[in-house]
């Protein structure tokens, strides 16, 4: 009578103890289940030799990972008709990453703390969780053993290793980690460091891998912004002090369905233009992605069908030169010089050595003409004056025009421009020439 009085007294006292995710039995029944997080560093460090992991994962050696939760270990109990007087608790202890070597050494220290006559339980409880990890060096780098599916003589028999296979155990123990992150994280309150309000963890975001933590309507705010813009490398921790991105399955989750549609578009984009072999049709209304042909400047368009240049990005002109504007020359001409080798090799590859050099050359006639000439104010031709008076007439449409204020001139009298008093050229007609005496005493 004083054993079941014991009995009943104990499971009591470990249901008004410990809540229902850590303890439950009793009932009707003289056992229960103990679940027990043992008290390690957070995170440990855990280390998987190549045999534990599945051959998918391609790893000679071992992989590391820091872990902040591990699965707990799992104390089923049950207490026969004359524990405590005389009986142990019938018990076995399971956990998923403790070897069964591990797992025995425990099992072994709690069959010495019974002594007939005491409960022992709740001791156990208080055992596991505060002292197991010291007994066993549980620090980091902790390094999982394989499992053991075996019984040999060494094991003890309440010892077991819960896991199907050494495969499965990186992999599980990974769920478990990223789960149980995200349960303690809702359930609990978080700052947001947008607008400094604390919000339940369930409205806020925690991105990866830098941890910082945000409420939802500012991330959605923030990404709608920046998705809006077409900056989707901005995408990023707003913390401006963090180069982390987000990650597109959070963007999916925070924006509406077309704006993450016009995200993954522009996201598609930004990594085909950092492909050496990707180029785009030129057409405004289709801008399709094209693969180009290395050994030819031409590209098809799959979607408009357009036959384009790949280096002057106008409709194909075959074996004729590129026609390039002043801008656009210059552009590349800076790009080649103040680019790396690597960037160097690249326009090379992408254009060739005899279009960059033509290029080049090219724009330094046209600076040299910019910076010389001027252009008929008739037919837009470059004009260079040598020598002689301000009256100019182009070769090439024949017109009259002055050299000073490039007006047009009469065709029947050019020099009254220069002649009428009314005229903002008067007498300017030899402005900036230098003549000698002879000349000056001709035109006296």
């Known amino acids: 009578m004083a054993d079941a009085e014991a009995v009943e007294d104990e499971l009591k006292a470990l249901a008004s103890i410990y809540d229902e995710c850590t303890f439950s039995g009793g009932e009707g ?15 440990l460090q855990v280390e998987a030799a190549a045999d534990l992991l599945m051959k998918k994962d391609n790893l000679s050696t071992f992989t590391s990972r820091m872990f902040y939760h591990l699965p707990p270990l799992m104390l089923h109990f049950h207490l026969p008709d004359k524990y405590p007087s005389l009986q142990p ?28 006559g005491e409960v022992v339980i709740f001791d156990w409880m208080q055992f596991l969780t505060n002292e197991a990890a010291e007994v066993l060096d549980i620090r980091s780098p902790f390094q999982l053993g394989a499992v053991d599916m075996s019984n040999d003589e060494s094991s003890h028999p309440s010892a077991v290793q819960d896991v199907a296979s050494s495969s499965h155990l990186w992999p599980l123990l990974i769920e478990f980690d990223v789960s149980e992150r995200k349960r303690v994280f809702d359930s609990s309150q978080q700052m947001c460091q947008v607008c400094l309000e604390s919000k339940p963890g369930s409205n806020c975001v925690r991105l990866s891998p830098c ?42 989750e925070l924006v509406k369905p077309e704006l993450f549609v016009r995200y993954d578009k522009l996201l598609l984009q930004r990594g085909l233009e950092g492909m050496e072999d990707i180029v785009y049709c030129p057409r405004q209304v289709c801008q399709c992605a094209v693969l180009k ?41 800076d790009e080649y010089e103040r680019g790396s ?21 090219e724009l330094g006639s046209q600076e040299w003409i910019e910076e010389n000439a001027k252009k008929c104010p008739s037919c ?17 449409c024949h017109c009259y025009f002055c050299w000073l204020c490039m007006a047009v001139l009469s065709r029947n009298n050019p020099y009254g421009h220069f002649n009428s008093p009314g005229s903002k050229c008067y007498n300017l007609l030899f402005q900036g020439i230098d003549l000698d005496d002879d000349d000056d005493i001709l035109f006296r």
């Not at 399971?94 to 069959?111: A, E, G, Y």
């Not at 036959?307 to 001409?333: I, M, N, P, S, T």
């Not at 008076?389 to 070769?395: A, F, P, S």
């Open 29 to 43: 029944d003289a056992g229960g289940r103990l679940s027990i997080s043992l008290s390690i560093e957070s995170p």
């Open 211 to 252: 941890d910082h933590v945000f409420c939802r309507q500012c991330m959605k705010e923030y990404f709608e912004i920046q998705i809006s813009d077409g900056s989707v490398s901005s995408l990023r921790c707003p913390d401006p002090s963090c180069d982390s991105h987000a990650h597109p399955e959070l963007v999916r």
């Open 380 to 396: 837009r031709s470059a004009i260079q004056k040598i020598d002689g008076c301000n009256k100019m007439t182009c070769n090439k």
């Open 293 to 333: 042909d290395n050994d030819t400047s031409m590209a098809v368009c799959t979607r408009c069908q357009l036959a384009f240049c790949v280096l002057c990005k106008r409709a194909w002109h075959g074996v004729a030169a590129c026609e390039f504007k002043l801008e656009e020359l210059k552009q590349l001409r």
């Open 341 to 361: 080798k690597a960037k160097q090799a690249f326009l090379e590859k992408k254009y060739g050595k005899k279009a960059i050099k033509t290029a080049v050359e």
């Open 89 to 116: 608790p019938q018990y076995s202890l399971s956990c998923k990453w403790l070897s069964k070597r591990q797992l025995s050494v425990l099992c072994n220290i709690l069959d010495t703390m019974y002594q007939p």
